[in-house]
């Protein structure tokens, strides 16, 4: 993926103090990174926007007023955004860096902590949402290749991935076996793979195998048998 803006690194922090400190203390790193300091996680929610193809992450304190930092991992959850989350807490608590992690963080880190302790962690949390957004780049290629499919070749497409054999195909759908073969052909032609196997490998690697609502059927064309 190639990167042509800077990356967001989001600090969310309602503590003036901190945000100037960790920004003396990051901007002279920041050559790959844009530090941005908020004062509340509704502040952070109102400016947050996704740019494909630029990676992002917020070091989140958990301590916030009005909506604190598991209640905006939380939100960030319904809303799909897929951003990695660096804890920062002034506490020395497992427990809550256990719930922190168990809610989606990456990482927790005491206050105040060193600067190259930060400058890691932000660096990790980068790259995680570069490979996560190559994943997802994938994923929707995929689901377009899926949707191009016909409403029979889907059919067939699922047939094949279940095992089916061509005779058994026509039989359980009433069409001739070249008909089976044709459709046979278009899937994997669409799908871009040469064999029902590497179909079957393609769809398990983004986990989208026997997921019915990540392969659409509403909107595919209809043929002829």
Same mark, same amino acid.
């Given at each position: 993926?190639?990167?042509?803006? #800077? ?11 901190? $945000? %100037?400190?960790? @920004?003396?203390?990051? /901007? ?88 190259? #302790? ?11 949402? $570069? %490979?996560?957004? @190559?994943?997802?780049? /994938? ?87």
């Amino acid at each position: 993926m190639t990167t042509t803006a #800077r990356s967001p690194a989001y600090l969310v922090d309602d503590d003036a103090d901190v $945000r %100037d400190s960790l @920004r003396a203390v990051l /901007e002279p790193n920041s050559a790959e990174w844009q530090f941005i300091g908020l004062d509340s996680a509704e502040r952070f929610l109102a400016s947050f926007r996704y740019t494909r193809g630029v990676a992002q992450c917020i070091l989140l304190d958990v301590a916030l007023p009005g909506m604190d930092g598991f209640a905006l991992q939380k939100e960030l959850r319904q809303r799909k955004i897929a951003i990695p989350v660096i804890i920062l807490t002034g506490l020395s608590d497992v427990p809550l860096a256990v719930e922190a992690l168990q809610s989606g963080a990456i990482d927790v880190i005491q206050k105040p902590a060193p600067a190259g #302790r930060l400058v890691s962690a932000i660096q990790t949390a980068l790259e995680k949402d $570069r %490979d996560n957004q @190559r994943r997802q780049a /994938e994923y929707d290629d995929i689901v377009a290749r899926s949707q191009s499919l016909s409403r029979r070749q889907r059919e067939v497409m699922e047939a094949m991935l279940n095992g089916r054999l061509v005779k058994e195909i026509a039989a359980d759908m009433h069409i001739g076996t070249q008909t089976v073969l044709k459709h046979r052909a278009s899937v994997l032609k669409k799908m871009q793979v040469r064999s029902e196997l590497e179909l079957s490998q393609l769809l398990q690697s983004l986990d989208l195998l026997g997921r019915e609502e990540d392969l659409p059927a509403d909107s595919v064309l209809h043929d002829r048998d």
